[in-house]
């Protein structure tokens, strides 16, 4: 059904745009308990049709041979990866519902009664990269905040986002609201990403969920609202006088316990006073960790190569770790402050003014104190699934569930008040 | 100062950035009270100065003989207009401080303590036209909210406005806080704002202010955070059964209190009920107003035009009505659907069960129920004073004050955790 024609091709993007605005109309109208009916139905499809998603995944699988092995990785499907898509959908219809929340209200002088009601924000696009759970989980979200949804994955996921989204439309008719609800965009062309990154006001916002070169082409060419899940590059302080145990178990854990996500730790600031002992200890707790330092941290620790400019700027997503000793907490500001992509920065101290400067002075998603970055994370946080991390300031910061997908009205009740 | 080179400019613009991006870094240590601080320094100063801005506006004034009467007054001052700048600078001192405000907070099973802060938002940007009180009014708000802000307003006004920001510069350096918190743009040529606009990471937010011809050109050329103060094309609904006299009143008030603003009314929708009967009191009561209906408006209203497809999708600003009379509160909720701009539209019923399903069917900033939309409207609605209206969904909808110009922060706080 996919046509290269652009004109053709915007036509049947805003149509489908137009059949999810008015899908999400309808859901609009649904209670709280039809929306958590309708993941249900979503979660138990997936699980009757897991042999019917490895089979299409399979297909996937063989057209990207020519893939990297963490690319592969990430476009696999198996039956354990297939059962926690089931329960992440469970998760998020246990949440608490959002939709029709009064977030405050009060009574003015002249009687009017106002109120801010929490409301859908209508119609969410999704455009993503290899990983084929981003297609239920985004749904799911998306579909319990009472929106529709406009998925665009990749090619290399087609047979397998198809495959999902038939089951999820399925759940959807099989509750009795409209299937449109959710949309998938196959054309996956590069001139098909830009159409929909372009869609205008069909859609209230776009997110993308991928790496540095796709969150690139959103923030050059979106013509919509949306919302950055951006780069983390995240620092661990290691304060004068800091408990050097506590430091490199929370260093351990922030660097190593999943080095390819975006609240791993990438570079370490650790001040003068402490830096010989803490490298010390690094040195064999982070065996398999590349660490790449200044001209004091390769004074201290021998096995450290230098580091560039780029090193300190750069979420590496890898056992490397980029090392600076510092004079002062100060000094470990300013560093934060130049380099931080104002996701996750941690201070391990002893110290209750500099932990109280620390979290007052640094401008980021998330301040830590004696803990690791990986906390970052909505699951972790206990705030639910998350469709992302932002690292934006504007309408949501940190992890994103089902709240950040929602928007607020005002409604205003009166009897012939008129305004003077 | 100015010069046109462009990489210059950009130069001279990136410096005034990272000048107030400095200086927002000492206001973020400042307490509530030192902020309020500023502010009444900023009011005493303007209320000082009065004769020295009143000499600087009629400078511009002389310059700008060929405008219009309305573009005119928007950029004159008189001792009245300054007087309300100095009470609206005192209204915005007098409201709750935000900043650090724990917005919710919670602990976790592993004892990690987890809130959220309101912190500022860091450097805003405000693009403008001719009206020199919002140089004053916005630089309030944002510091209030502990932002840096810069200013771009219409070379129409630049005497004004630099005399105004010299005098609120004055005001900080009072209180001990660098004048660099208030950057203003002395280029006002087109290629000047397109670069104020694209100031990429040194701006955390844009604010424009000013009629279509500029929102459309933030909405095209930005590339950074917007929050935009659109357009307002609102709805008055009349209902079947609804009491005519108290639609008249509120038709007449949304209408023609000041018809040039964006809460006015734009369109009148009628139960064919009560249409001949309305449209016969409308008559008298709004001699002044243009109509411009349908075909049924016009046979029962001689004095209606005919309505263009264009009449009911814009916003006259002007006293000119446009009306449609339908036959259900389905066609009238279909019709605020395709031209509703999502500012405010009202209903006037008797009718519970119409009131609840236009409330929770309408899809905008606010929904009003018997009452003028003229109360949409920071102050009118007691949330103080307002940078814009919002139109759009993320981050603010609606009126936005100094909540809206803060973002948030989780603050996590533990003694060792790490994650397993």
Chains 1, 2 share one sequence.
């Not at 609009?28 to 308990?33: C, D, K």
């Not at 800091?242 to 730790?265: D, F, H, S, Y």
């Not at 110290?351 to 401008?363: C, G, I, K, L, P």
């Amino acid at each position: 059904m996919t046509t290269q024609n652009p004109a053709g091709m915007d036509a049947r993007l805003h149509e489908l745009a137009q059949r999810a605005r008015s899908a999400q109309r309808s859901l609009a109208t649904a209670s709280g308990a039809i929306r958590a009916q309708v993941l249900e139905a979503m979660a138990s499809g997936i699980h009757a049709n897991c042999d019917e998603l490895l089979a299409a995944n399979e297909l996937d699988m063989e057209r990207a041979a020519e893939l990297t092995r963490a690319q592969r990785d990430r476009l696999r499907l198996d039956a354990v990866r297939v059962a926690a898509m089931v329960s992440s959908i469970r998760d998020i219809a246990r949440q608490p519902d959002v939709v029709g929340q009064v977030v405050d209200g009060w009574v003015l002088g002249n009687g009017l009664r106002v109120r801010r009601v929490r409301v859908p924000l209508g119609v969410i696009g999704v455009i993503y990269e290899n990983r084929p759970n981003v297609t239920s989980d985004a749904t799911a979200l998306a579909l319990y905040a009472g929106n529709a949804i406009m998925l665009r994955g990749s090619s290399l996921a087609l047979n397998s986002n198809q495959a999902i989204v038939a089951v999820l439309k399925g759940a959807i008719w099989e509750v009795g609201l409209e299937p449109d609800l959710v949309a998938m965009v196959d054309d996956t062309t590069r001139a098909g990403a830009l159409a929909f990154m372009q869609l205008g006001s069909a859609m209230d916002v776009l997110i993308p969920r991928g790496g540095p070169e796709l969150i690139d082409a959103v923030r050059q060419h979106a013509s919509v609202p949306t919302i950055i899940d951006g780069d983390g590059n995240c620092h661990v302080y290691v304060d004068r006088g800091a408990n050097l145990e506590m430091a490199t178990a929370i260093i351990e854990n922030a660097k190593t316990q999943r080095p390819g996500v975006c609240n791993a730790m990438e570079t370490l600031l650790v001040h003068v006073d402490v830096a010989g002992a803490l490298l010390d200890r690094l040195d064999t707790v982070l065996g398999e960790v590349e660490f790449r330092g200044d001209e004091t941290t390769r004074a201290l620790c021998k096995r450290a190569v230098s580091a560039t400019e780029d090193d300190y700027a750069r979420e590496f997503l890898d056992l490397i770790l980029a090392v600076k000793v510092v004079g002062s907490l100060d000094e470990a500001i300013d560093h934060i402050r130049r380099y931080s992509s104002g996701h996750s920065e941690a201070i391990i101290t002893e110290s209750y003014a500099n932990a109280q400067r620390f979290v007052h002075e640094v401008d980021a998603a998330a301040v830590l104190v004696n803990t690791s970055t990986r906390f970052v994370d909505g699951g972790q946080l206990g705030m639910g699934a998350e469709i992302g991390i932002s690292t934006q300031k504007l309408h949501a910061r940190g992890p994103m569930g089902i709240e950040q997908l929602t928007t607020t009205k005002i409604v205003i009740e009166g009897e012939g008040q008129i305004r003077r």
